[in-house]
């Protein structure tokens, strides 16, 4: 039996990446010291978030998955398997990006699909959900939005992924705020998405959030551990921290899928407007 321990990142982030890397470097050091080999940072962790989702907020600083802030994260990652995400320039167009990573080069990335309100006024979008490789087993990635769309997580875990990483700097609502983010309407969504696509999919969701405010955005934290029965295992709640779990990742997924297989059972032929993959076993 061969068991992994992860952690999902509540922190808040800005402008200043210097001061974002020395709050990544802490991180990644207390998840060293807690035995942690999976650690998911939040969306837009290198650099901030925009300051709104009106369509005229400025970019955060960008830069190339090849270019020398991504070897500065590998550097501090070392052995870990570290998923962050960041603003990518390629060509002409910027991303909402995430990269996945060790200290011997990138494993994957992800350039967010699904934009909300006025995102699309900031960043190209992406066009795909994969699953890829790494030491810690087979995963996916996705940015915020894209966790309220089921198909997106079911392509990931038809192409094999057994844990997704959902990094986000989700907010609460910008209208109506409830005075407990908890309560928040668009706090307790955010949760459901990330239980309901667990249990969808009979995976791990490991789910990082922004925290704090920046600009007129006020974060709803919550980065969470889900198992593959859609319970959440480790929670950070409202604040910053770390939520860590351990799993035998194998073990808990076919445990999962031991009797109600929801992949298996699927009937793409009559749906077939979704597309029509199979499930292939590992």
């Known amino acids: 039996m061969s068991t992994l321990r992860m952690a999902a990142v509540s922190a808040p982030f800005d402008r200043d990446l210097d001061e974002d890397f020395a709050r990544v470097g802490g991180l990644i050091e207390q998840a060293r010291a807690d035995g942690v080999g999976l650690l998911v940072l939040p969306e837009a962790c290198l650099g901030g978030y925009l ?76 066009d795909r959900f994969t699953a890829f490789d790494t030491p810690v087993g087979r995963i996916g990635m996705q940015i915020c939005f894209d966790k309220a769309f089921p198909e997106a ?82 929670w950070t709640e409202q604040r910053a921290g770390l939520a860590v779990a351990e799993f035998d990742i194998d073990a808990v997924v076919d445990a999962a899928r031991g009797g109600m297989h929801f992949l298996r059972d699927r009937r793409p032929d009559t749906y077939p407007a979704l597309g029509g993959t199979p499930y292939v076993a590992a």
């Open 51 to 126: 300051t709104d989702l009106d369509g005229a907020a400025e970019l955060p600083p960008a830069f190339g998955v090849g270019g020398p802030e991504i070897a500065r994260l590998a550097a501090l990652a070392g052995d870990m398997v570290v998923c962050a995400g960041f603003c990518e320039t390629a060509g002409a167009k910027t991303y909402n990006s995430a990269v996945c990573l060790t200290g011997d080069g990138v494993l994957g990335v992800h350039r967010k699909v699904h934009q909300p309100l006025r995102e699309d006024a900031s960043y190209a979008a992406g």
């Open 153 to 234: 997580a079911r392509a990931q875990a038809l192409d094999g992924a057994k844990i997704v990483c959902s990094l986000s700097a989700w907010p609460t609502s910008a209208t109506n705020r409830h005075p407990d983010p908890a309560q928040d309407r668009w706090t307790r969504r955010m949760d459901l998405f990330d239980r309901a696509r667990a249990l969808d999919n009979q995976l791990v969701w490991v789910a990082s959030n922004q925290s704090g405010t920046f600009g007129a955005m006020r974060f709803a934290a919550s980065a969470k551990v889900v198992d593959p029965g859609g319970e959440i295992v480790a």
